[in-house]
């Protein structure tokens, strides 16, 4: 890390580290209490505002917000997980769902899910904290990384971002060492909970950059920094649903997301982070809008199929939405019904083509897909599941 790079030292300095092997690393300043907006932030700060308002009208309207939100936090996962390397498509997720079976890069995206649940239960009791981050942390980690990443524990040794030879010297960013990363994350807290007069979502994009800039722990701090993101916007009243993700814009542009960020420490270029954070979140909330009129449409279109149909298929059709690749035992168990049942009624769900069986896969482990469903909620990626599976679930 080149200190001769870093010219914001009202934002943050970089200091030696002692010893004959000692590295530069960063230490952020506290966050600003106010600050002077541009007007081009003003009105992107509007736009954001105003799209943010559309999308919680519309998470008002869902029929039934919980089945129609799991699509959404899928997709939230995969595209979190992607900007840190892990390759799986959106049907692998939900494919691994439905047979309980997640394994290598599926279990980071499905830890992933578990953690972002976990978090807003504890939203019920806690408030965004220290503590609700190192709980959601160790769902995070939990079992894909060791024990030595610490899962649910923040860092006490010293890690760093983009190093050829993984060492800090060499390494693109050092955050603050274990005790001064104490210090700022101790701070960053206590902004989590003092009134400023700052618009929420500038509040929000400046604890997103803080977070990422102590890096607190070991392993998942870029995870853990987007799922801080949705517990904010819950947390703050600016949604009612957890609708708005925005690690699928950052994974569009990553570089953009990586240099920006950068360029904060280095050139204090603050006020080109804040509107591109406030660009995604109008775009990803006009995105969240239009799909979630779209599933509604698609799920009112399924039922009107069923329409006079008085088995529990329709029951089924829910359960495309909350996991669009179906297997009899998933359904039998969602339902508490035998799993002869729940094959009758696929069968009949397979006839109106709301699904379709999933060809090259035989016995127990045959599945079903809602190709609709998927391509509602990402129509540039087909899904991939054609291969035989032996597993027996």
Known sequence: MDPKRFEAPHLGSVV??????????YIPKPLPRTLQLTTKTVLLLSNADRALGRLSGAGRLLPNPHLLIRPYVAREALA??????????????????ARDSAAGPIREVTNYIDAL???LALLD????????????HRVLMDAVRGQERLPGNVRTSQNWIGSADNQPASATFVPPPAEEMERSFSDLEKFLHTDTALPPLIEIALVHYQFETIHPFLDGNGRLGR???AFLLLERDLLLQPLLYLSAYF????SDYYD???????????????DFFLLGVTEQATDAVTRAEALVDLRESFRQRLHGDRSRAIEVVDLVFENPVLTTSWIAQRLQITVQSALNHIRKLEDLDIVTEIEGIAGRSKRWIARDVLNSLDPDEPPRLNKPDHDQR
């Open 227 to 229: 799922l801080l993101i």
């Open 260 to 274: 920006r960020l950068q360029a904060v420490r280095e050139k204090g270029q603050l006020d080109e982070w804040l």
């Open 125 to 136: 009791t806690l408030p965004v904290s220290r503590r609700l981050l190192c709980e959601t």
């Open 117 to 119: 649940d976990h978090g």
């Open 251 to 254: 994974e569009r542009r990553r």
């Open 16 to 25: 030696k580290t002692p010893g004959p092997h000692g590295y530069w690393a």
């Open 80 to 97: 979190s997980s992607r900007i840190e390397g892990t390759q799986a498509s959106l049907s692998d997720i939900f494919d691994a769902r």
